[in-house]
């Protein structure tokens, strides 16, 4: 009876073990991957912004320009940012920084829509 008792316990022990080693490499290799993206997909900011910031540029040519420029300015800082944030995300791997594995910079993706 000893036996099957203290291999039950093994036997459970070990799967939270388990449980809990699944939990670390899912949440490792999601900070990896959003990570390695947003350094690799960071440039994309910068035509992303300019073509929002031209739909919202009216219709007057002189609007445009200046909603284009505006908009360049706007994708290179978001580009220093995701690269900021993939960076903090490599680097950070193993540690639960910051608290429940969120990105640093919403949306996790250049090509995600919403913009807090």
Do not use: C
């Amino acid at each position: 009876m000893r036996t099957i008792l203290l291999t039950v316990v093994m036997v459970f022990f070990a799967a939270v073990s388990f449980a809990e080693n699944d939990y670390l490499t899912g949440r490792i290799m999601q900070k990896l991957k959003r990570g390695v993206i947003n350094v690799v997909s960071a440039p994309l900011e910068i035509p992303r912004e300019m073509k929002q910031h031209w739909d919202d540029g009216g219709s007057e040519p002189i609007k445009k320009t200046a909603y284009l420029f505006g908009g360049l300015v706007k994708g290179l800082t978001y580009m220093v940012g995701r690269v900021g944030s993939g960076i903090w995300d490599v680097v950070t791997l193993n540690l639960d920084i910051p608290e429940n594995n969120e990105p640093l910079m919403k949306p996790d993706y250049v090509w995600s829509d919403a913009r807090d």
